[in-house]
């Protein structure tokens, strides 16, 4: 209805008029000229459905800006991942990072991968920086420079996937897609046929999974000391999820320093860093109301916030001793609390409501009668932005713990247990030692949501990761094996992966959901399967006469 009915007219300068086209079913408009010329020359297509692989051949990994500075000769290998994409959204989390914020769907991970990650193999790079090998066609894929350790120098960062018998052929690693490839030596990896990957796993390639492939190997060395449920590393983070923290709940809590009052004082510009302490003067610092920032879902916004970083003190003054303080904390992004200047909390990510979080018990416990300076740095990442804080206390005190005498040598540490816990906006039971070490101040992998332009050489991964550099020490005289610590650095190196499918630890009245819309998946992909037996049918050469 109110559609207008076009049609095509030939007018000459005076507005004579010509009718050419109308249509009475059709609504003509945006007429092209057209002139009949020589059909083009038309390449022939490359693929050959009667083939299951395809073959990549690298010229030379040094050249190009992504391996600068890296000495010839350090790459060893080549890594074949393939990310595995979701059928169906089935809870989510979020990721922040240079590039703002995101929503990820089905979550995998905490701040780390979308996805669960096969690990196809390993391919050879020869002396010269060439490579030669065979991939899985019709297979998304992405490939990661190795050096001796088996740790990411360089990762990319998008995929490709290669249909049957295609053969893929780069330059360097990361050059411009108009460089023509240096005048060389035949390539080593062109005397030989395609080289067929080595395996990463025993038996075929399936996804790594956190649970499966190192879970086994903290419970063999870490938590005979690391078994206290509760406990976070001191002075880090535990890599909490949005909604992980409780509820304030009246019932059990009462306020020390209330959320949304008075009594902040306030920056935009870096005070350097002992602003923290107890006796900084920030008397030329703003005041205002908490919470800052803007409409978040569960803020209540009262002093506008609009540049990347806000940092906030406030005196507060305790009466009576407390049974067990906590934060209570909502943020949005990435934030960190000191109390008389020692760090209370620091988290990744945003939350959606105020919830109430525990502080190191040497902390907690230094909360004594008198006054005491609560100090809180957030910085916005993309999305919306919000900070606010104060302190809780249980209203009667929590029961005793039973002490188990426990061998003299162990000492209790925060756990790395694979208890599970689920968190019920990510549909995801995540574990004590996921929580633990899926943590930036533990692992440094590449953020998700880094900036768009080509990342510098070991720029994060295993290589740069605190949790390596220890273990490989040999923190509190535990040795692993060098397959042990080759599968905690590949986990960071595909950035932490939780699951090693989506269903994986998935809240189990939701699987059935999730399955399917696999099923679904798989009966597309056996129909189209069929459909190329069927054009293969077509197209076969015929028979020879007798």
Not at 38 to 49: E, F, K
Not at 115 to 120: E, H, S, T
Not at 123 to 132: E, K, L, N, P
Request: aromatic share 8%.
């Amino acid at each position: 209805v109110g559609a207008r009915h076009f049609a095509i007219y030939f007018m000459d300068v005076d507005g004579r008029r010509e009718l050419l086209v109308s249509d009475p079913s059709l609504s003509c408009n945006q007429p092209i000229p057209l002139a009949s010329r020589p059909v083009p020359h038309a390449r022939p297509s490359l693929v050959d459905y009667g083939k299951a692989t395809a073959a990549v051949f690298l010229q030379d990994i040094y050249e190009g800006p992504g391996l600068a500075g890296i000495e010839r000769g350090a790459i060893k290998r080549l890594r074949v991942v393939s990310p595995q994409f979701r059928a169906a959204g089935i809870g989510s989390n979020g990721n922040s990072g240079p590039a703002g914020g995101a929503m990820a769907s089905t979550p995998v991970s905490i701040q780390g991968t979308w996805d669960p990650k096969v690990i196809l193999g390993t391919a050879t790079v020869q002396a010269d920086g060439s490579a030669f090998f065979e991939v899985p066609a019709r297979t998304p894929l992405y490939f990661q420079a190795l050096d001796a350790k088996g740790h990411a120098v360089q990762s990319m960062r998008s995929w490709v996937t290669l249909q049957p018998g295609e053969k893929l052929s780069c330059v360097g690693c990361h050059e411009a897609k108009g460089n023509a490839p240096p005048a060389t030596a035949t390539p080593r990896a062109l005397f030989q046929p395609p080289e067929k990957l080595e395996p990463f796993f025993d038996g075929p390639p399936r996804g790594f999974s956190f649970i499966g492939d190192v879970q086994p190997i903290l419970d063999k060395h870490c938590i005979r000391c690391h078994n206290q449920r509760g406990k976070t590393p001191s002075g880090k983070s535990a890599g909490k999820t949005p909604g992980d923290g409780k509820a304030f709940d009246p019932k059990t809590h009462r306020y020390v320093v209330p959320i949304a009052t008075d009594g902040w004082r306030y920056t935009t510009t870096n005070p350097g860093g002992r602003w923290i302490k107890p006796h900084f003067d920030d008397s030329k610092w703003q005041t205002a109301p908490g919470g800052f920032g803007d409409g978040v879902p569960g803020g209540l916004p009262k002093t506008a916030w609009k540049t990347t970083d806000i940092w906030l003190r406030r005196t507060v003054r305790i009466t009576e001793p407390l049974h067990a303080p906590q934060l209570i904390i909502h943020h949005d992004d990435d934030a960190e609390a000191y109390l008389d200047g020692k760090l209370a909390a620091r988290y990744v990510g945003f939350t959606v409501r105020y919830e109430v979080r525990p502080m190191p018990e040497q902390v907690a416990c230094a909360i004594a009668p008198g006054e005491h300076v609560l100090a809180v740095h957030c910085s916005y990442k993309g999305g919306g932005r919000y900070i606010d804080a104060g302190l809780v206390d249980l209203k009667t005190a929590p029961p005793k713990p039973l002490v188990v005498q426990k061998d003299s040598t162990v000492r209790p540490a925060f756990s790395l247990l694979g208890t599970q816990t689920l968190e019920s906006r990510s549909c995801r039971k995540w574990s004590d030692a996921y929580k633990a070490l899926a943590n930036r101040r533990a692992c440094n992998w590449i953020n998700v949501q880094s900036a768009p332009p080509m990342l510098p050489p070991y720029h994060a991964g295993a290589a740069k990761s605190r949790l390596i550099t220890r273990l490989e020490e040999g923190h509190n005289g535990v040795k692993l094996s060098a397959r042990e610590l080759h599968l905690i650095a590949t986990w960071i190196d595909l950035l932490v992966p939780y699951c090693g499918d989506y269903t994986e630890a998935m809240a189990e009245n939701l699987v059935p959901k999730y399955q399917k819309f696999a099923a679904k998946r798989k009966r597309l992909a056996e129909e189209d399967a069929r459909n190329i037996q069927a054009l293969l049918g077509q197209t076969a050469e015929p028979a020879a006469q007798p």
